[in-house]
């Protein structure tokens, strides 16, 4: 992970946090400003860039990657210990929250894509409650050692949202990524856009502020 992660701090007292993951080749600075829109005041957007790595899937070519991708395909080997490594990036940025005075069920994971798929992944593996999670247009990594390695309390809200119409991470994979999850996990949102490709859309944003503002409400 590069140092520096794009922060836009809360423009009221700050009492939660919403660290947001970007997809393969972006940086922070591709969702910073779209999550910002959607929160509310008194929450601080955190969004990190990933490390520049060499990435299977394109030939080999160094971009920014959570981790290696080797093959779109569901049954394909997969970078475990990219996924971990890139896991305890995640939970470190967790930690500092914490010790600046967040506690951990005031913080909401989020990301879009290969980044959607790590904050899940993160989620599910953090030993304290989070607020949430938001995983955009994406799946779940090392599916196959869940529900064996969920540390997270069963009723961890989780929202899932997938377009209908996506060429890159297939709309199949997110419906199957939610039907297996609810066989562990009992709150979990999933929202098909219709016409949507791989990206997002003013539904979408729509759908992702109220489950933020229900997941990290004001403090009265």
């Known amino acids: 992970m590069e140092p520096n992660p794009v922060i836009i701090a809360a423009t009221a007292k700050q009492t939660a946090s919403l660290i947001f993951l970007h997809g393969l080749g972006d940086t922070g600075h591709g969702w910073a400003s779209t999550i910002a829109a959607i929160r509310g005041p008194h929450v601080k957007v955190i969004c990190p860039t990933a490390s520049t790595m060499p990435v299977t899937l394109n030939a080999g ?3 920014p990657s959570w981790f290696d ?4 395909d569901a ?3 997969e970078d475990e210990e990219g996924i971990l490594r890139a896991t305890n990036l995640i939970h470190g940025l967790i930690s500092e929250e914490v010790k600046a005075g967040i ?4 913080v909401l994971l989020g990301g879009f894509s290969q980044g959607g798929a790590l904050a899940l992944h993160a989620a599910l593996t953090y030993p304290e409650r989070l607020a949430g999670v938001v995983s955009l247009s994406c ?3 090392r599916h196959a050692h869940f529900p064996n390695c969920v540390k997270a309390p069963s009723d961890l809200p ?5 377009g209908d119409c996506d060429p890159v991470v297939p709309f199949k994979w997110g419906q199957m990524t939610a ?13 098909t856009y219709q016409g949507l490709t791989h990206s997002s859309s003013d539904a979408e944003l729509k759908d992702m502020r109220a489950f933020i503002e229900r997941t990290l409400p004001a403090m009265t």
């Not at 991708?69 to 779109?72: C, E, G, I, K, V």
């Not at 039907?179 to 929202?191: D, Q």
């Open 61 to 63: 070519f160094r971009m």
């Open 69 to 72: 991708l080797r093959t779109l």
């Open 75 to 77: 049954t394909a080997p």
């Open 103 to 106: 506690p951990a069920h005031r």
């Open 139 to 141: 799946w779940l990594p």
């Open 158 to 162: 989780i929202f899932q949202a997938h």
């Open 179 to 191: 039907s297996f999850l609810k066989t562990f996990m009992k709150n979990i949102e999933f929202n």
